[in-house]
C-alpha cells in the first residue's frame, strides 16, 4: 500500500511536517468523504422520513442507502444497522435496552479490564440496578484477554458478556470466534466494542454470530457524530426503545404509543443525516483500499517502529507482541503528559492518558500511557519522525533531570 499516495487524500496533510499518530482516538477524513457531507448540506440539506417533497426523498434515498452499503460491510440486513451517536451510544443502547430488560438479581455479567469506559460504565449502571455480579475474565501476564481465562468465569449464570474487538490500549485481538460460541453454550448474549475493530479488519457479523456490535465512524475515516449499532433482528425485534420522541413512532394515542420496528424504533428524532451518508463513502474508501493491505501495512509499521523503540534506553512498552498497529509505551520517570508537549512540538499527535480505559492503567500500575496508533495514511518516514523525536525526547529529559 503507498501511503505516501494514500496522503494526498487528506486535505490536512497540506501540512507537510504533520505526523499524526492518534487515529485510535480519531482518523483522518478523506477529503472525499468531507465533500459527501458537503455536498448534502449544501444540495438537499433537509431531513428524512417526513417531507413529500424531492429534496426529503433525495436525503431519504441517500440515508438509506447508506444503511445498505454498511449493512453489507459487515454482513449485516438490513434491519440490523441502526445508526447512532457514535459506539458510546450504541453500547449504551444494549445495556439499557436490553440488558435493563434480561438482566436480573444473582446473574452475572462477564466483563474484563480492558474495556473502554464506553462499554464497562454502561454495565455497571445494569449490574446496580439489577444487583447483577460484574465477572471479570482474568489477564494474561501480558494483559490478553484467552479463551481459557474466559471459561473460568463462564457460568451457568452469565447473561451477558460485553467483550472489545481489539483493545484501545494495548491494541491485542481478542478470540472472539472461540469466545462467542462458548458464551451461547450456556445461553449468554455478546455484546462486541468493535470501534477499534473495524476501521482495520473485515467483521462478518454472521460468521462471527455476534449478537450485538458496535463501532464509531469518526475512528473509520468517516465523520464524527455517527456510529453504527449492529444487533441479531430476533433480539432488537423484542427489545425496547431507549429513547422516544418525533420518527421512532408509528401510532400514539392519548395514554399509549406503538414504536416503529427496528432499526427505527432506535433513532429518535432527526439523525444525523449527512453523516449517515458520508460514513457509507468513508466504507467504500476502505473497501477501495483492501482490509488485506490495510493490515499488512499496519504490520509493518508497527513492527519497524517496535524494534527500533527496543533499541532506545529508558523507553517501556506495555505491548510488545501486539497484532496492531496501536504501540502502549512510556518513558520512564516521564510523566507521559509532559513527554507528549516535547512530541506536540515537533507536530507529532499522539495521546497520553487513561485513553477512557482506566482499569488498564491501574493493571499496568502506571498513572497514565503514551500510545501512538497506525492507520492507512501513515508511513515510514511518520515512523522516522516519531522515533528521532522519541530519542531527543529522552535525551531532553535526561538532561534536565528526569
Ligand atoms: C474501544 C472503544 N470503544 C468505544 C469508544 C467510544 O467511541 P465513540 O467516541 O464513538 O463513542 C472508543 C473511542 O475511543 C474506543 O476506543
Known sequence: MDANRIKQDFQVYEDKTLCYLDSAA????????????????KKYGVNVHRGVYNLSYIATEKYESSRQ?????????????????????????????????????????????????????PWQQVAKAKKAKLVYIPLTIEGRITTENFQKVLTNKTKVVAINHTSNVMGYITPLE??????????????????????????????????????????????????VLYGKEALLKEMSPVEYGGDMIDSVEKYESVAKDAPYKFETGTPPIGEAIALGEAVRY?????????????????????????????????????????????????????????FDGDNICMRAGHHCAQLVTRWLNVV????????VYNTFEDADQFLTSLKGAVAFFKSVGF
Not at 462486541?192 to 455476534?210: M, N, R, T
Open 368 to 375: 497514565a500511557t503514551l500510545r501512538i496508533s497506525y492507520y
Open 69 to 121: 452499503t454498511i449493512a453489507d460491510f459487515i454482513n449485516a440486513d438490513f434491519d440490523e444497522v441502526i445508526f447512532t451517536r457514535g459506539a458510546s451510544n450504541a453500547l449504551n443502547v444494549v445495556a439499557l435496552s436490553y440488558g435493563m430488560a434480561h438482566v436480573n438479581e444473582g446473574d452475572e455479567i462477564i466483563v474484563n479490564e480492558l474495556e473502554h469506559h464506553s462499554q464497562l460504565l
Open 26 to 41: 480519531s482518523s483522518l477524513k478523506p477529503d472525499r468523504v468531507i465533500n459527501v457531507l458537503d455536498e448534502y448540506y
Open 286 to 342: 476502505i473497501e477501495e483500499l483492501g482490509y488485506e493491505n490495510i493490515r499488512e501495512h499496519e504490520q509493518a509499521l508497527k513492527e519497524y517502529t517496535i524494534k527500533e523503540m527496543q533499541k532506545i534506553e529508558g523507553v517501556t512498552i506495555y505491548n510488545p507482541t501486539v497484532e496492531t498497529g496501536i504501540i502502549a509505551f512510556n518513558i520512564d520517570g516521564v510523566h507521559p503528559h509532559d513527554a507528549v508537549t516535547y
Open 178 to 227: 472461540e469466545i462467542i460460541p462458548l458464551a451461547h453454550e450456556v445461553g449468554a448474549v455478546v455484546s462486541v466494542d468493535a470501534a477499534q475493530g473495524v476501521p482495520h479488519q473485515k467483521i462478518d457479523v454472521k460468521s462471527l454470530d455476534a449478537d450485538f456490535l458496535a463501532f464509531s465512524g469518526h475512528k473509520m475515516l468517516g465523520p464524527t457524530g455517527i456510529g
